[in-house]
């Protein structure tokens, strides 16, 4: 896809999870709609992936470590056809397949259960491991929320990652500096986070996690780099592109309601229009 064809299908991704959201009646919004251009340009540009062998050997895995951001996943498998879209508006409900985090035994294209945050790191750096020791040339992204950096575990598997060079791991920050109760900064800082990767002998590059021509650069240059994992730390806007959800914490885990969804609707449509006159 060229880039506003990535922007397009950004905008329809955060669609879906407002869309979704607003169905469940619970969920996360603010952290979904910050990381939908990374998992945008992950799933329609970066990994090989094919919905019709979603367990091919050779497939790029994918572990979305903040998991509570489910509805950003889920709108972009069922975009790129693992289920029908109607599935989405299912999201939460009881015995369906789309629950509040993922579950790799209930949904197509989930490559791993996710929820404990801190834990889906060093599931994607075993994933990671495992492609070296059988000699297979699969890659492994993982996301990552800058609050979920304060858990000691996402450093132990950083550690280890490191130690053993694993050139085919891609950690994803999404940096949009706010979690439940407010400003990373504030609560525990994790900052400067690209140092604290360097220091774990990790490449780290720092961008625009909205930008999509940052986005593929960074992407690129990570799969150049050789003798050690990638870090990108892709600064993000919580809420973005929903005007009254924009740099919010209190749209951390909050559903509109009915005419908060109107609006945040009508706020994507403005920017989808705007995006077809490009």
Not at 126 to 149: C, N
């Amino acid at each position: 896809m060229n880039k506003l064809e990535l922007q397009k299908c950004a905008n329809q991704l955060r669609k879906h999870i407002v869309t979704s959201l607003h169905a469940a009646k619970c969920g996360h919004p603010g952290g979904s709609l910050s990381a939908a251009d990374i998992v945008t340009y992950l799933y329609f540009e970066e990994m090989n992936i094919d919905p019709k062998a979603p367990d091919k050997p050779d497939r790029d895995r994918f572990v979305l470590s903040k998991g509570h951001v489910a509805p950003a996943l889920y709108g972009a498998l069922a975009m790129k056809g693992y289920f029908p879209e109607e599935e989405l508006v299912k999201l939460r409900k009881t015995g369906e397949m789309l629950q509040g985090h993922p579950d790799m035994k209930g949904t197509p294209g989930v490559d791993m259960s996710a929820g404990s945050l801190g834990q889906g790191i060093s599931v994607a750096v075993g994933m990671a491991l495992s492609a070296k020791l059988s000699e297979e040339d699969y890659r492994v992204y993982t996301l990552l929320g800058d609050g979920e950096i304060q858990e000691g575990q996402v450093w132990e598997a950083a550690m280890f990652a490191g130690h053993k060079r694993l050139d085919n791991l891609v950690v994803i920050v999404d940096n949009n500096d706010l979690q439940i109760d407010g400003s990373v900064a504030d609560v525990c800082s994790p900052y400067p986070i690209v140092d604290k990767f360097k220091a774990f002998n990790f490449h780290v590059i720092d961008v625009d996690g909205h930008d999509f021509d940052a986005l593929d650069a960074a992407f690129k240059e990570a799969r150049e780099t050789k003798g050690m994992p990638t870090a990108i730390i892709a600064k993000t806007i919580k809420g973005k592109d929903v005007s009254f959800m924009e740099n919010q914490a209190s749209w951390h885990g909050a559903a509109p309601n009915d005419e908060q969804y109107e609006t945040a609707m009508a706020d994507l449509e403005k920017v989808g229009e705007a995006l077809c006159q490009k």
